[in-house]
Every structure is written in C-alpha cells, then in structure tokens.
C-alpha cells in the first residue's frame, strides 16, 4: 500500500518559533535601544502624505514583465497587495484576496484554496518569478511569509515560460533586503499568537537582520509558523507548519547572490460541502434524508470497487445517463437506487462530506539560488535556480483518492541590458534562455464517487464509506508516470519614447519534450499500460502600447497569445494528450491562448489616488488541449475597476468591481456538456430519493452561447475597503465585498443567492506590542460557493462560513 501518515506536533516549527522567543532578550539588549522598535521598512516620499498602512503600491513589480515597472507604467490588469494590507484586513488566504482585487473570485476546490481563478479561469502561482508545482487543491497556498502578492491578470510574461490565460500570484518572500539594495541595519523581528472561532491557533515567529561572512555582506531572514486549528466543518482541522528562509549576500560590489527555501508540511482534509443538493436545500436548509442499501457484502465497513460492481450487475437493465428534462421519469430509475428510509430535516452549514478518516497531507520543498552579476550600471545578468518538490495524499470516504509524487527544476538565464539610442528614444531589453525539468507520478481514483449515498445528518459508516485505491495501491482510475523537459528562449524590449510613449514587445519559442505512461497494473480494468512520447512546440509573443498624458492619465493597449501546458493537479501530462507508442496522434498537451486588453490607469492628487480600468477578452483556442478540471477551453470576457485612495495620512479606501462573462468553448463547439446529475436537472423525477443510492451522469444540451455560460462566478462582483489610523496606536478597518447571484452548475439546475459580507476590524500598538481584534461576515450572511460547476455543481455545494473572528497579539524586536 501507499506509505503514509500524519505527521505529529510540530517539532521544527515550534524549535524555531522558541528560538525566537529565546533570542529576544538578547536582540534587544545589544541592538536595540529600551523601548526602542525596529521597522523593518518604511518609504515616504518627501512632499507627499504618508501612507502607514501600505495601500499604496511604489515598489518595482517585476513579477509582470521583468522590467522595473511600478503598476501605473505596467500595460496589464495587476494588483499588488502588501503584508500590511494582509495584516490590516485578515487576509489570511488568498480567497480573501477577493477583498482587494478585480477579477479574483474563485470557485471551491473542494474547500481548498490552492490558487485563484483569475478572470474565471484557473490560474497559477509563482515564487518570485518562478512558477510552482501545479497546486489547484492539492494545499492551502501559504501566504504568512509574504512581502507582497502580486496578481496578474493575463498570461505571464515571455520570460517565465508557458502559463495559463487567466493570470496568476507571485508571491515575494520576506527578505532582508529591500528593493533600494540596502540591508536591515540591525536584527528585527516579530513574535505572534492568533486565536480565533472554531479554535483557531496560529503561532509565528520572525527574525532578519545584517550579518558578514568574511568581509561580505549577508542579510537573512527567517520566517517559522506552526498551526494547530480546529474548523467550522464537522471532522475537519488544520495542522500544519511553514519555515521558510530568504538570505541575500554581496560577493562584491557587482556580484551578490540570493538564495533560500520553504519547508510546507499540511495535514487537513478537503471539505466537498453538501451533497444531495436541491433549491429547497438552497433556499431553506430542507435536506432529504435516508440511507441506501448496503453494497458491503463482505462486512468490513467499506465498499470496495468489486462489491460496487457485483451490486451494479443487478440493475444492469437501467441506465443512469441521462438528457436533463427528457428521459428521467420515477419509472427510470432502478429500485436498488433508492432511500430505503426517506425523510427531511433542517441541515447545519457545518454538516458536511467530510467523514473522520478523510485527509490530505501534502509536504512542499521549495528551494532557490540567484546569481545576479551587474556588468556595467547598464547591463546585468542574472541566473535563476528553482526547484520544488511535491508529495501529497488526498482520501475521502465518500469515493476519491489521490496521491501525487512530483517535482520540478528550473533554471533561467536572463541577460538585461538599457541603451540610450537617442536623447529621446531609450530601451531596456532581456534575453532569457530557459530549462524546465517536471518528473511526475499520480494517481487518482474516481469510478465509483458516489457522493449522495451519505446521509449528513448521521456519520460516515459502511453505507457511505469506500475502500479507496491509495489504501490498498490498486484499482485506481488513473495512474500516471513520467517526465518533460521545456527548453525554451524569450526575448522582451521596452521602448520609451520622448519620455510619453512606452512600447513593450516580448516573444517566447518552447521546446517541449514529453513522456508519460499509464501503468496497467494498477489500474481498474486495464490489460496493458499506453505510453505516449513526442515534442512539441509552441511561441508565444506579446505587444503593448501605452502613453503617459501630462494630466495624470496613462491609457494602454495589450495584445498577447501564449503557449500553456495543460497538465493535471500534480503537473502530470496524460499520455492522451501527447502522441501514442503506436502512433496514433492524441491530443494536445501544448495550447494556444489569446489575450487582448484596452485600459487606462491613473495617479492624481499628488500620488494619493490611484485608478484603473480595463476591458479584455481572453480566450483558448485549442478544444483538443484541455484538461476540466485544471485547465478547461473558455473564453473570458469583461472589465474591471481598481481604485486606491490615500485621503489623509490617516484615512484609506480602496475599491474594486468586476464584471465576467465566460463561455465554455468545448460545449459549445460539441453542443453538450458532461456533468453529474441532480435534483434540479432531472426533473422529470418527482422524487430524488429515488436515486440518491447511486449517481446519475448525462449531457445538457448547448444550443448557443446563452446555454455555454459558465456557472459559479458571479457575473458582478464590488469590494470597498476602509482604513483609519487614529495616529495614537489604534487603527480601524472595515470592508465589505458583494457577488451577484448565480448557478451552482453548468446546467443551472439550482441557483445560488447573491450575498454582501461586512467584515471590520481593530488594532492597537502599544510599545512593542500589537493587539488586534477582526471581525469577518459580521451580519452572519448565509451563502455558498459553487464546487467545480461544470462537472460536480448540480450535485453539491459548499456553505460558506458564518460569523467569526480572530484575535492576535504580536511583539516587534
């Protein structure tokens, strides 16, 4: 079987975090005066008002394009959202980040937020530049030991390689040394506890400052979290812990390296929501109860794939696949299907598919090491060094299983260079040769997900319970092995013309060289494993324009299509997307994507407001490369508004509002969509109890771009956020974020409310201490997030968290 466990308190964790709390005394007593707090940075420009809750963004953000842009000279929809914002507004996951950004809300990954969806497609995380292990939901993404968050709307730049239309995160670490080049002048740090409802705790502990190698220069920087938490759902927790180190040393006066890692070790378990799903669950909490028969002949608790078949051999006359409003009727459905003992009841938010047994560990190891050597003030070279590593288990009672074994390494070499060609005309250019290494091994196990046999007002037993493939290492739907190379070679150059008019042009080639085996013997049903092994390529390019007025406005336009590699929640390529061992041409793993964007972005009142607007339409052209639940074929289009205002030094607001239609190209192009069928698709059934004890599947029919809207995103979206600093240590924030109502599946058989949350909060400094109180969807708004819409939504549903809060005390050193 698959070797695996939880893992016990967190020992690594807690040594650092003690460590920390030990050395305290001492880093104050040498190197810091009595009462004295160190910050770690702090920019004002002169003239201007301060901004002390960092709501403003003046830093580089080269996680767009490279260059040393700030966000008004960057030609793209981008948002950058720094640790104090984080801190300021309980963003504690990058769900949350729908509070500050456009064009974030993101559909429930089975309760896991491993990455956004941007602009309604899913998207993709990087770690200062570089992209991570695909991580869909395999992990709650980490955002604690972060400087700041970039989201990118769009491709990423021709730089960093094939990657989804959406857009993505980059995540900066905390580091000692900051964008100007200079170091901590001494040790700094910050000890926290966070409790909250639900019994939230949240330990962390961090530590920068100078040291000297020799006669060189180093600055370090040493973040440690461990948390141990309860949840709102019934059998669901958090343990999990995170250390992550960031050094940065100068080897010389034109040569300095930067290098470290992330330790991520995750033990939780993903959270489905309801099942059995109806409008009357929706609109009144009314679930139909009762239990099916049992299919465990054998009486040891579970369900296993042999007994599920001999069970399926007794109604082998029905059909469970359906055209929805057509062929359903209570004389379709067998009785071996049916509730024996069916019922209603009110159902909790809390009563969920979570059943005790179900986990997901994931160990993420995340290393890198920069070499950046300046030539002359002009040119510069710098050589990225990347790798990560993932090992993940994921079991759910209710019929799904996976494990993932994966890692990748990436090397990038870009050479920077500016020239002055004339007193008017100067350009910045990168040419960046490029190796990825991805090696992969997967498997999952989903032929038998029947997810209504659970009753959720009783416990997980073996009515409900499968015997899943990770468990005894056999019987799975997929099993994966293999590897790819990407060799790629990017080129960008950024023209500025009489200090107004700016024109960015990038291009990328990708080499890629894949293999990929499904391994028959550990496979249900398979007699010989298929093995697919080809190259292929793909370019990718970009062109912006964009013109600095001399009254505060900055309109732009951006045109890009990108090669992505439509890989799976492991960064496995499936051997139907590459090239057959017989031949046979499959699919495609390389696809094509095309982005167009018209903007303008502004800066007025001395810098103190910031303002952007953009329409795009962002689109995938290839049907054939598509993988439904981590990379599907749609097409995006929309605007969105950004808007940030410092009104006094004291006072912030920030706003943001999205409007998104998507269309799912596939369904569109065949006519029908596959999904798992529900109460609100198969009308034609008076009674869903009827078939509750197994799972109906068909297809919704698509006649135009109407029925091909994609369900679970709401079409509108508006955040407002406030900020107060009372200038005497107390500091008040409040928020508010509404989405549009909208369908729980494809077939949008059940809709889901609209909802507005009030989220609002309070701090307070004294000395070196910080005490903070937040407060998130005060008015107890009942809502929900859809669950994979185009394939699980007419069947399930997650309810979203009711009032709650959280608490935290800090010490700065």
């Known amino acids: ?102 064009g974030a809300f993101t559909q429930s990954f089975f309760g896991v937020a491993g990455s956004l969806d941007v602009r309604g497609t899913p998207g993709e995380v990087y770690f200062r530049g570089v992209r991570r292990v695909n991580n869909p939901g395999n ?155 049992s299919v465990d002949t054998d009486g040891d608790g579970y369900n296993s794939p042999a007994e599920f078949d001999v069970w399926k051999d007794s109604f082998a006359n029905y059909s469970n696949f359906f055209v929805p409003g057509s062929s359903a009727t209570d004389a379709s459905m067998a009785p071996q299907w049916a509730l024996l003992n069916p019922g209603t009841t009110k159902l909790s938010g809390s009563q969920t598919m979570v059943a005790p047994e179900d986990q997901l560990v994931t160990t993420v190891q995340t290393l890198y090491f920069d070499l950046i050597h300046d030539v002359s003030d002009s040119f510069s070279i710098t050589n990225k060094m990347f790798y990560e590593s993932l090992e993940n288990i994921n079991e759910n009672a209710y019929g799904f299983s ?29 040419v960046s040769p490029s190796i990825r290494y991805t090696d992969f091994k997967q498997g999952d196990d989903f032929n038998y997900e029947y997810f209504d046999r659970r009753d959720l007002t009783k416990p997980s037993n073996g009515i409900d319970r499968k015997l899943l493939a990770t468990v005894t290492d056999s019987d799975y739907s997929n099993y994966l092995v293999g590897d790819y190379t990407d060799y790629g070679m990017a080129f960008l150059a950024d023209y500025t013309v009489a200090e107004k008019l700016s024109v960015l042009l990038g291009a990328r080639y990708d080499l890629l060289d894949m293999e990929s085996t499904t391994v028959a013997e550990k496979i249900r049903g398979a007699t010989a494993d298929v093995v697919g092994e080809d190259k292929d390529e793909g370019g990718s390019w970009t062109a912006s324009l964009s013109y600095k007025t ?41 696809a094509d994507s095309e982005l167009e964007e018209v903007g303008v972005k502004g800066s007025f009142l001395d810098d103190r407001l910031y303002v952007a607007a953009a329409y795009f339409d962002q689109i995938r ?156 969807n005060l008015t107890d708004e009942r809502y929900f997030r859809a669950n994979f819409p185009d394939l699980f939504g007419g069947t399930i549903v997650l309810p979203e968290l009711p009032r709650h809060f959280v608490a935290s005390a800090s010490f700065k050193f």
């Open 1 to 102: 079987m698959i070797m695996h466990k939880r893992f016990k308190p967190k020992q690594l964790a807690l040594l650092i975090s003690l460590g920390c709390v030990v050395a305290a005394p001492a880093v104050l007593a040498q190197e810091a005066k009595k009462d004295e707090v160190v910050e770690l940075e702090t920019y004002t420009a002169e003239g201007q008002v301060e901004d002390t809750m960092g709501v403003m963004s003046t830093e580089p953000v080269k996680s767009v394009f490279g260059f040393g842009k700030t966000i008004l000279e960057t030609p793209r929809g981008v948002t950058s959202v720094s640790a104090d914002m984080m801190e300021n507004f309980s963003i504690n996951d990058i769900d949350d980040l729908v509070l500050i950004s456009p």
């Open 139 to 293: 992990y709650p993404t980490p955002i604690g030991a972060t400087d700041r968050i970039d989201i990118v709307r769009g491709p990423a730049s021709p730089i960093y390689g094939p990657s989804k239309i959406g857009g993505f995160l980059n995540f900066e670490p905390k580091s000692a040394r900051a964008e100007t080049g200079q170091y901590l002048d001494k040790p700094a740090g910050e000890i926290s506890i966070t409790r909250g409802t639900w019994d939230k705790n949240v330990l962390t502990a961090e530590v920068g400052g100078p040291a000297e190698i020799g006669d060189k220069k180093l600055g370090y920087y040493v973040y440690a979290e461990t948390e141990n938490s309860g949840s709102y759902y019934e059998n669901s927790a958090t343990d999990q812990n995170i250390l992550q180190a960031s050094f940065n040393m100068d080897l010389s006066d034109k040569t300095r390296v930067e290098f470290g890692g992330m330790y991520h070790e995750y033990d939780g378990n993903q959270v489905a929501g309801w099942n059995r799903l109806t409008q009357d669950l929706i609109d009144n909490g009314t679930y139909i109860t009762g239990s099916p028969a």
């Open 402 to 430: 996976q494990f993932v074994d994966s890692y990748a390494f990436e090397d990038q070499l870009i050479f920077a260079f500016n020239t002055e060609h004339t007193d008017w005309l100067k350009g910045s250019y990168q």
């Open 550 to 590: 001399d009254f505060g406005f900055t309109p732009y336009i951006t045109k890009s299509t990108q090669t992505t590699i439509v890989m799976g929640q492991g960064s496995e390529i499936s051997p139907g997307l590459i090239t057959l061992d017989n031949g046979l041409a499959a699919g495609n793993a390389l």
């Open 621 to 776: 052209t290839n049907y054939s490369a598509q993988d439904q639940v981590s990379n599907n074929t749609t097409q995006s289009e929309g605007y969105e508004l950004e808007a940030r205002f410092l009104v006094t030094s004291n006072f912030t607001l920030t706003a943001a509002m999205t409007h998104l239609e998507i269309t799912n190209l596939t369904a569109l192009e065949n006519g029908t969509q596959f999904g798992f069928m529900g109460a609100g698709d198969l009308t034609g059934v008076t009674d869903p109890s009827l078939f509750y004890g197994y799972v109906m599947q068909g297809l919704t029919l698509v006649g135009n771009e109407d029925d091909a809207t994609k369900s679970g995103i709401p079409e509108n979206m508006y955040s407002l956020t406030g900020a107060y600093d009372f200038g005497n240590g107390v500091r008040v924030t409040a928020s508010t974020v509404h989405a549009d109502a909208t369908y729980s599946g494809f077939s949008k058989g059940v809709k889901l409310p609209s909802y507005t949350l009030l989220n609002a909060g309070i701090s307070f400094d004294v000395d070196a201490w910080k005490f903070s109180l937040q407060g998130k």
